[in-house]
Structures are given as structure tokens and as C-alpha cells.
């Protein structure tokens, strides 16, 4: 180790030359590599690290984190890159470690309903591999993210309503922590009262106190029958009604999204759909044959009650997939209502009884604000995404939309929502985070990250501001 | 605060004499008090505190934690003692906090089904204040538990299979931590991402990273219709396999329960019931009117399938209530079995498709030992029970149990299941958990509980042994 004194470009140095010596052709500084790897897919300055590595081991992540620890070179998991908050930003260079290549399958437990899987496994090779198996993974954030990365920001989606988040579908990881020790946080049994939950602790960590290498899924049994159906509304008021008396009654939907007719309008024009260019809902029912039929009839009933109409069937497959795949490309539609803009997305989770008061307040600010801006949302938990489109070269409007999104956080949080239903904190909302929980909770979350991580080394300057001082 | 050297029997002194000013008749060291708050539900010794008060509010519990915290003196916090691993006593001495008169119901949203609580809440008395709402709370670990206590033990029982446990079921928590500072975990929000999961980080703690003195939970609607069912079977293979099949189909069972032939042989004669004294599967099933009785009708022919006989319906309210009685009454029907004798009650997961070999290898065990000890589990999360009939006055005996329940962790392990699935480590299962998940993963929790609590002072000695060193 080296002495006091030593500059940590030296340092850096050290690491980066025993990386390369390690890895090989798996070690890069090219600058198109690095560039790549420096920003998720949302709207953030670019910060790329000073090399990337490709390991392909649970050993070979252990040796680059020890190197690194060694010389207290910043350590950045990367996946898919499809974070929407700047959370796989080198903040303070260092390394990045491309987990893309670690994409085994390990195991799929049928009995068992659980798998073992390699961080690297996107969550469509997962469901076309358990396909067979009549499994699958639930979790479904739009993107064809990482399962790691959908560890890191503990990802939900469209199906979380009735499936819950990646807090609720990961039963166990192996991580390698800070000092290079690799750790597993759980055993295979489906729940466990053994000790502080690890599991937990890590998912959502956004890669700041670990690097997990292996995670252990729980899976579900293909329903025998799925449909699904979309509705318009008037109102956005009717829409969230009519969500609310759904859940309340139990109907188990397995998908119910919000669309403003804004989101409805650039559909269409993305994915040549003709939709009612209302405030609409998409729905998936889940269940045996009877069972669906009997979720699809009162959730009619409910939504022509809260003043629905048009409510249409998708039986076939093929009609089912076509309404999803529009669901799907609402970034890329939304950004299709302004070529040439990129995307500032953000997203806030409230009680859904006040859902409908912060969409309508919502509404207002954008067109006060007059930014095209489609909203979309997971409205039985709440949750829901702004697309705002800014040009990526137009300062003031940047100024403006990064304006609407601070009052926007602050009508979640009057609300006693969140700042972030499933984007993380990232580099984009340190601050807001501090306003949700207050500034002891965080410096009980610092705590835990000083515990685990005393020289910040993982994924330095995000959730918390870089802190100079801590990362020596 | 006192200098080095000053005796801890001074300060506890000091502080103990502090909270007599501050509470008057809601502090007590009678001894009688003391004893009854130095023990849980199941045999452990006894370590009774030094005192007992009665806090009313967040506010009294955060004096209560600053005044020991100056003068470092234990701090445990007691519910209904009915933990069953020794959670609750008082190793070091030290002041238990009893927080049954905190037993308000702050608030019930209905349409965000929700609500806030007070930790000395039931769940009976939460379930039958939400009755009028159409809501409920669905976690029942069978004792009428503290909200609070179940917090702690991160608490499931029969009904998780659908509903999942406290970990899944916990909106946000109110904790005063080790330094008297009050936390507020998450907001009010379905889900989150909002930096690290402290309110499943405190889910489980046993009261060792801080004092939880208020509760969001998350409710669900009553069902439509329930019924429940019973099936007996000639073998456990039967059983498990019938339920793998279940869940793999996705019949949304809402309990499923199974009891040994010996477990029924106990229910039968402490409740008066007429079951065939055969491995059992006792079901219940939640929804609509169509909905239950597919469910059932679906299980009806699995169970058949696998060789189960004498299914039988329990469609009205008092025969259901009935069945579930009976269950709930295992713990002291196994008592009954040898009047006189105490429990030692263990309970190990495994995953479901090693639970048959699970059971049929512990059955064989216990009848070497020659030991009664009826076994009663909620198969669907492949969690089991022993209750380990012993005579109080007979070391050997329970010598012989405590070798016979390290031989069901050690077979639990090694199918890869946990030592615990819902009573925590508390005392019991320190080398278990240590055992379970290797020295390095409770290293990691050691050091979040130094981070959160670094002068051991919230119910030391549990989760991981006393250790003077941190203790002061």
C-alpha cells in the first residue's frame, strides 16, 4: 500500500496498470468505452470513469474491488445503463465494471418457484428462458434492464401492483463488499427471521455499499389465462376513482397504468395506434380462464360507474402485445413529440387517494410552464413519470423543466409521497431525499455507508453528495 | 455525563433514579413486575431488567433512551412477551421499556388502505377496529402479538403465503435510535426508492438498532366470501406435493397449514376436535363468491391427486372459526400432551421441495429421541414448527431437546434453508445465525449495529453475544 502523501493519480495509476495486467483485453481506456459507460439514458451531464472492465466472476469481481480498495480507486457496477437519476456517473473517476458479460442463468428451481441468476441477465433473457419452465419474472420496469441494476435502484414497473418491486422479489445475493469480501445475504427459504435484513439493506444501494455478483430471484407460475383492456375517461379523476374502488375490493389486476391524453396523443403517433385521446387506462387481468373473466367484468363495471367508456378487450395475444408495446414506448414516444429534444424523466410516488390532486396540479404547472411534457403512470401504486422534453442546448429550459420537476417533488412530499417511486436518488435527487426523510434519517443512511464502505469507494456521490473528506 | 472509572452500577443509579423524577408511578423495580418482563413465551432463562416504565408517547421514549443513553444503560423494549427465543431478556440488565399503553390507532386511510399506529396495538384489536372499514391486517403470527413486537421479530405466520410477513407489510416506521434522535424511515408512499431501506433494516432488528413508537401498515380488503377446508392424507409427501402443485398453478390460497399426525392427535384433545389423526393440510381461501369456490374446487382435486382423503368444506363463519382455532390453540394443545411439561418451540425454512425430506428426517429424529414434540408448519412458505415438549426440571431432557433442535438447524442449512423462519435469533440462535450465514455477513450486521448503536446499549446481548468490549 502506499504512504501518505502520495497524489491519487499515482494511486490510481498503480490500480489501473494491476487491472490491466489481470484482465487483459477485458481491461479498456478507450475513450469511446468510457464515454458510454459515464451516463445512464435520461438527461445528465456526462461523467465518464478512467477505465472500464468486462469481469465475467464473482473471483474476478473480489480481485478488481481489492486493487481497487487498495489504492482507494472509486468503483462503479454497471448493467444495462438504462438508470433515468445519473446513478452510474464517475463523479470521482475510477473504475467501472461492465457486469454485462456475468449473464449466466445458475439455476431455476421449479419446485421452488426461485432462480439463481449472474447480474448480467436482462430481464427479457430471463423470461424467455424460464418460458418452458411455465414461470416467470414478474418485475418489469420498461426498459430491458439488468437484473442487477434493477437490484441497485430497486426497479418495480408496471407489474408491481400485484407482483411488488425488486424489494419483494429478490430472496437472497451474493455481494462483494468494499473490503473485497464476498458475502451471501440469505438462503434459498422464502422468508427468514435470521438477523438484520441484508437482502434489503443492498437492493436499492444503487451499487454504494456492495457489488453484488449473484442474486437469487423468486418467481412466479404463468397464469393460465392473461387479457387486457383499455378504458378513457374524461377525467383523470374518474380514472383514479375507479382504481381505488378496484383495489379495494380485491380484484388482484396485475397492470393498471395511467396515461394523460398528452401520453395518449404521442402513442399514437409513435406506435400508429388510435386510441381516445382521453386520460386512459390500460389494464392486464392474470388468473384462470373464469377468474380473468370475472377481474375484466367488474373492472368494467367500475370504470363505466366512475364515467369509463370504450372499454376495450384485448383477448389475442397479438392485440395484448401490440397495447403493451405501445405502453413500452412511451419514453421514445414522448420523446417523438419534439425530435431533437432529450428527456429530463422524473417520477414521484403518492397515496393514491391524493393521486388524482397531484396530477391535476400537475397538469396545471406544465402548461403554466408551456414544456411538452406526457405524464404516465403505475397508478395503483401511485406512482407516476413526467417525460419533460427540453432541447438538450437550451439552458433556460433546462432551468425551467429541472424547476418543474423541484415543485413537482414538493407537491409529492406535501402529499406524504416520495421523491422517487423507482428512479433511485442517483446524482439528480441528493437534495430532495434530505427533504423526504430529513436530515437524520440520512445521516443514519451516511452511517451505514461509513460502516460499509469507510473510504467511499463504491459508487462515491451518489445518494449522498461527493464528499472529499470520506473518500481517502 | 460521568467520568472514566465510575462503576456502571452508579450510573445505572443515576439514570434509574432520573426516570423514577420523570415517570413517577409509571416506573417500577418491583420485583414481581421485573420478573414478568425478563421472560418471553417459551423456555428460556430468566433475566429480568433493573426497571420497568411505561412511556405513553414518542416523546417520553425518547427522554426515557437520552437519559440511559448518558449513562449507558440498556434499554429493551417489551411488547406482549410472546417472542419465543428469549428476544426479550434482560442480559445486562438495564430498564425495559413496556409500550403495551402505547396501544393508540392514529389513523386509517381508507382509500389508500393504510394506517398508523402505536407498537402496544394487537393485531386482534387493529382487526377488529378495521372490521367496520372492510380492511384488514393480514399478518397472524397466532399469539395476539404487539404491532411493535411483530415489527421486531419480523413476525409471518399462517396467513403469508398470500399476504408475505411484516417485511412486505410495513409502510414506515417512527424510531428513536441510540442517541434519542427520532427517525422517520419512509413516507407514506406504496413504494419508494428513495436511498437505503431503513424501514426493513428495523424490521427485524429484535430492538437492537432502535425503539420503533410508531407503525404504517399496509391493509387489504376483506374478502368477499372465506371458506376454509381440511384434507388428511397418509403421507407428508402427499401433502407437500399437492401444495408445490397449488402454488405453481397459482391458486391464490390465503393459508395453508400442515400438522403432523401427532400435532392433530393434540388438537383433537385439547379443542375437541374430530380430525383424522393423519398429516393434515388445513386451507383457507379468500374472494369472491366464484373466485373461492374455484379455488377450492382446484385444490379439492390436487389434494385428491395426491392422495388426499376426507376433504372437507368449512363455508360458514363459525366452522371456519372453528378450524382456525383449533389451530391456533398447537402451542398450548402441545402442551397438554404433558401436563407439567414447558415448550421448547424452534421453527426452521426450508425451500418447499426439500421440506418433505425436512420433516420425515425430523420425525425419525424425534422418535429416536423418544421426545414428544408435535410439529405443525405453514407449508406453502416450506416453514415449520416444533414444539419440543420438555420437563423444566430435567436437564438432560432438555439437554436432549436443544441437541435435537441443533440437528434440525444443521439439516435446515444444509437443504438451504434458514435457521429461523419467524421467531428471530434473540438468544437462542446466535451461533446459528453465524452458522447460516458465515462469519463475514454478521460481521456486516455487527457493524451496522456499531454504526447505529455504538455503545451496545439497545437490547444488548441479543442477535449477536453480549460483548462487554462494545458495551460501554
Given at each position: 500500500m502506499l504512504g501518505e502523501g502520495v497524489h491519487d493519480g499515482d494511486r490510481h495509476g498503480v490500480a489501473l496498470d494491476a487491472l490491466e495486467s489481470l484482465l487483459g483485453e477485458r481491461f479498456t481506456r478507450s475513450s469511446a468505452v468510457r464515454l458510454a459507460h459515464g451516463?445512464?439514458?435520461?438527461f445528465h451531464a456526462d461523467m465518464p470513469p478512467d477505465a472500464v472492465v468486462f469481469p465475467r466472476s464473482t473471483a474476478e469481481v473480489q480481485a478488481v474491488v481489492r486493487l481497487c480498495a487498495m489504492q482507494r480507486v472509486p468503483l462503479i457496477a454497471f448493467g444495462a445503463?438504462?438508470?433515468?437519476?445519473?446513478?452510474?456517473?464517475a463523479v470521482a473517476g475510477g473504475v467501472t465494471?461492465?457486469?454485462?458479460?456475468?449473464?449466466?442463468?445458475?439455476?431455476?428451481?421449479d419446485a421452488d418457484m426461485d432462480c439463481a441468476v449472474q447480474p448480467g441477465v436482462t430481464r427479457e433473457a430471463l423470461n424467455a428462458h424460464l418460458r418452458d419452465a411455465g414461470l416467470?419474472?414478474?418485475?418489469?420496469?420498461?426498459?430491458?434492464?439488468t437484473i442487477g441494476g434493477m437490484v441497485a435502484t430497486r426497479a418495480s414497473g408496471t407489474n408491481a401492483v400485484r407482483y411488488g418491486t425488486m424489494r419483494d422479489n429478490v430472496l437472497w445475493l451474493t455481494v462483494v463488499t468494499a473490503d473485497g469480501s464476498v458475502v451471501r445475504t440469505?438462503?434459498?427459504?422464502?422468508?427468514?427471521?435470521?438477523?438484520?435484513?441484508l437482502t434489503r439493506l443492498f437492493v436499492g444501494s444503487e451499487g454504494t455499499l456492495g457489488i453484488v455478483t449473484e442474486i437469487g430471484l423468486r418467481l412466479h407460475g404463468q397464469p393460465e389465462k392473461i387479457a387486457a383492456a383499455s378504458v378513457a375517461f374524461d377525467s383523470l379523476d374518474g380514472a383514479v376513482r375507479s382504481v381505488v374502488e378496484i383495489l379495494q375490493i380485491g380484484v388482484p389486476v396485475a397492470r393498471v397504468e395511467i396515461l394523460d391524453a398528452a401520453m395518449v396523443g404521442a402513442v399514437n403517433a409513435y406506435s400508429k395506434t388510435g386510441f381516445a385521446e382521453r386520460p386512459s387506462l390500460l389494464f392486464e387481468f392474470h388468473g384462470s380462464e373464469a377468474g380473468v373473466r370475472e377481474q375484466a367484468e367488474t373492472v368494467a363495471m367500475l370504470t363505466e360507474a366512475n364515467?369509463?367508456?370504450?372499454?376495450?378487450?384485448?383477448?389475442r395475444t397479438e392485440d395484448r402485445n401490440r397495447l403493451w408495446a405501445a405502453r413500452h414506448h412511451a419514453y421514445h414516444a414522448a420523446q417523438g413529440l419534439r425530435p431533437g429534444s432529450r428527456l429530463i424523466v422524473t417520477d414521484v410516488c403518492v397515496p393514491i387517494a391524493r393521486l388524482t390532486e397531484c396530477l391535476v396540479e400537475t397538469h396545471a404547472d406544465i402548461a403554466a410552464a408551456g414544456i411538452v411534457a406526457p405524464i404516465v403512470g403505475h397508478v395503483g401504486d401511485g406512482n407516476f413519470h413526467v417525460f419533460l422534453t427540453v432541447d438538450p442546448d437550451n439552458e433556460a429550459e433546462i432551468a425551467q423543466a429541472r424547476e418543474l420537476n423541484d415543485r413537482l417533488v414538493a407537491r409529492a412530499l406535501a402529499m406524504?409521497?416520495?421523491?422517487?417511486?423507482?428512479?433511485?436518488?442517483?446524482?439528480?435527487k441528493q437534495d430532495k431525499l434530505v427533504d423526504e426523510l430529513g436530515s437524520e434519517a440520512v445521516a443514519l443512511m451516511r452511517r451505514i455507508k461509513q460502516a460499509l464502505d469507510p473510504h467511499n469507494i463504491?459508487?462515491?456521490?451518489?445518494?449522498f453528495r461527493f464528499d472529499q473528506e470520506t473518500s481517502q
Amino acid at each position: 500500500m502506499l504512504g501518505e502523501g502520495v497524489h491519487d493519480g499515482d494511486r490510481h495509476g498503480v490500480a489501473l496498470d494491476a487491472l490491466e495486467s489481470l484482465l487483459g483485453e477485458r481491461f479498456t481506456r478507450s475513450s469511446a468505452v468510457r464515454l458510454a459507460h459515464g451516463r445512464g439514458e435520461a438527461f445528465h451531464a456526462d461523467m465518464p470513469p478512467d477505465a472500464v472492465v468486462f469481469p465475467r466472476s464473482t473471483a474476478e469481481v473480489q480481485a478488481v474491488v481489492r486493487l481497487c480498495a487498495m489504492q482507494r480507486v472509486p468503483l462503479i457496477a454497471f448493467g444495462a445503463g438504462s438508470s433515468l437519476e445519473g446513478n452510474v456517473a464517475a463523479v470521482a473517476g475510477g473504475v467501472t465494471l461492465d457486469l454485462t458479460a456475468m449473464d449466466a442463468i445458475l439455476a431455476v428451481n421449479d419446485a421452488d418457484m426461485d432462480c439463481a441468476v449472474q447480474p448480467g441477465v436482462t430481464r427479457e433473457a430471463l423470461n424467455a428462458h424460464l418460458r418452458d419452465a411455465g414461470l416467470f419474472f414478474p418485475i418489469d420496469p420498461g426498459a430491458n434492464a439488468t437484473i442487477g441494476g434493477m437490484v441497485a435502484t430497486r426497479a418495480s414497473g408496471t407489474n408491481a401492483v400485484r407482483y411488488g418491486t425488486m424489494r419483494d422479489n429478490v430472496l437472497w445475493l451474493t455481494v462483494v463488499t468494499a473490503d473485497g469480501s464476498v458475502v451471501r445475504t440469505a438462503r434459498r427459504a422464502r422468508k427468514s427471521s435470521a438477523g438484520y435484513d441484508l437482502t434489503r439493506l443492498f437492493v436499492g444501494s444503487e451499487g454504494t455499499l456492495g457489488i453484488v455478483t449473484e442474486i437469487g430471484l423468486r418467481l412466479h407460475g404463468q397464469p393460465e389465462k392473461i387479457a387486457a383492456a383499455s378504458v378513457a375517461f374524461d377525467s383523470l379523476d374518474g380514472a383514479v376513482r375507479s382504481v381505488v374502488e378496484i383495489l379495494q375490493i380485491g380484484v388482484p389486476v396485475a397492470r393498471v397504468e395511467i396515461l394523460d391524453a398528452a401520453m395518449v396523443g404521442a402513442v399514437n403517433a409513435y406506435s400508429k395506434t388510435g386510441f381516445a385521446e382521453r386520460p386512459s387506462l390500460l389494464f392486464e387481468f392474470h388468473g384462470s380462464e373464469a377468474g380473468v373473466r370475472e377481474q375484466a367484468e367488474t373492472v368494467a363495471m367500475l370504470t363505466e360507474a366512475n364515467g369509463g367508456w370504450g372499454f376495450e378487450w384485448a383477448l389475442r395475444t397479438e392485440d395484448r402485445n401490440r397495447l403493451w408495446a405501445a405502453r413500452h414506448h412511451a419514453y421514445h414516444a414522448a420523446q417523438g413529440l419534439r425530435p431533437g429534444s432529450r428527456l429530463i424523466v422524473t417520477d414521484v410516488c403518492v397515496p393514491i387517494a391524493r393521486l388524482t390532486e397531484c396530477l391535476v396540479e400537475t397538469h396545471a404547472d406544465i402548461a403554466a410552464a408551456g414544456i411538452v411534457a406526457p405524464i404516465v403512470g403505475h397508478v395503483g401504486d401511485g406512482n407516476f413519470h413526467v417525460f419533460l422534453t427540453v432541447d438538450p442546448d437550451n439552458e433556460a429550459e433546462i432551468a425551467q423543466a429541472r424547476e418543474l420537476n423541484d415543485r413537482l417533488v414538493a407537491r409529492a412530499l406535501a402529499m406524504d409521497g416520495t421523491c422517487t417511486g423507482e428512479h433511485g436518488i442517483g446524482l439528480g435527487k441528493q437534495d430532495k431525499l434530505v427533504d423526504e426523510l430529513g436530515s437524520e434519517a440520512v445521516a443514519l443512511m451516511r452511517r451505514i455507508k461509513q460502516a460499509l464502505d469507510p473510504h467511499n469507494i463504491l459508487n462515491p456521490g451518489k445518494i449522498f453528495r461527493f464528499d472529499q473528506e470520506t473518500s481517502q
